[in-house]
């Protein structure tokens, strides 16, 4: 233990300031250290949902494409069977004898009475 003296006693304040002073500081600075590993993991869970919504969005984009060639591959079937069931049922010869009609009444001249 060290004898009192005015040098012994000055000593140890400065030694007892420096470590209020650390004490002080210490809760400061853990909430700064705090605040950043906060704000690192939302950064990161931001990018983590970009990165997550452009990949949803390139599935969505290629089953919406693999839908479509579907429905157009479907409408061609469905085309392709009701024009064999027009041709082969009375449609085509109704048809005709419509356009017909259709044609002479188009070729009469309007009568102008006067």
């Given at each position: 233990m060290a004898l009192p003296t005015t040098l012994n006693s000055q000593i140890t304040d400065s030694v007892t300031q420096a470590n209020v002073k650390v004490l002080g500081d210490s809760p400061a600075l853990s909430l700064s250290n705090l605040y950043?590993?906060?704000?690192q993991s939302l950064g990161l869970s931001a990018q983590n949902a970009v990165f997550a919504?452009?990949?949803s969005n390139i599935i969505h984009q290629a089953a919406t494409t693999q839908?479509?060639?579907l429905l157009y591959s479907v409408d061609t079937e469905a085309v392709a069977d009701a024009?064999?069931?027009?041709s082969q049922?009375?449609?085509p010869s109704d048809m005709l004898?419509?356009?017909g009609v259709v044609k002479a009444l188009t070729n009469q001249q309007p009568r102008v009475t006067g």
């Open positions: 950043q590993v906060v704000s919504q452009q990949h839908g479509v060639n024009t064999k069931k027009i049922a009375d449609v004898n419509i356009l």
